[in-house]
Nanobody, 132 residues
Framework: VQLVESGGGLVQAGGSLRLSCTASGFDLDDVNYAITWLRQCPGKDREGISCINSSEGGRKYYANSVKGRFTISSDDAKNTVYLEMTKLVPEDTAVYSC???????????????????????WGEGTQVTVSS
């Protein structure tokens, strides 16, 4: 299993970016999976910010810090999960990674699904920098 992130970069406050997480080694339309986007801001712990869970019919979870601004989606044909980020602020500056858990994940709730410890497969991350 391999996950590769792309789409990071430098953007002004108020701008938008779309991150991509392309999976190989498994097919999104073939297995149960949960894929989560996480970020590590300078000087802070890594936090899960958004998850899509196929075991729950594609249910989506968001951390309070990004709810209403970020949108997660998947494209099975491209084996890719996206994170559309809008209304970016300097506090969103971080290394963004995606991570996958294969198998059934049911009843874990938002906190459980955004817990970095749930995930076995990780990408290397992509830098997002938001300038003021």
């Amino acid at each position: 299993v391999q996950l590769v992130e792309s789409g990071g970069g430098l953007v002004q406050a108020g701008g938008s970016l779309r991150l991509s997480c392309t999976a190989s080694g498994f097919d999104l339309d073939d297995v149960n999976y949960a894929i989560t986007w996480l970020r590590q801001c300078p000087g802070k712990d890594r936090e899960g910010i958004s998850c899509i869970n196929s075991s729950e019919g594609g249910r989506k979870y968001y951390a309070n810090s990004v709810k209403g601004r970020f949108t997660i989606s998947s494209d099975d044909a491209k084996n890719t999960v996206y994170l559309e980020m809008t209304k970016l602020v300097p506090e969103d500056t971080a290394v963004y990674s995606c991570a996958a858990s294969l198998g059934i994940n049911i009843g874990m709730g938002r906190q459980g699904m955004l817990d970095p410890g749930r995930y076995s497969y990780w990408g290397e991350g992509t830098q997002v920098t938001v300038s003021s």
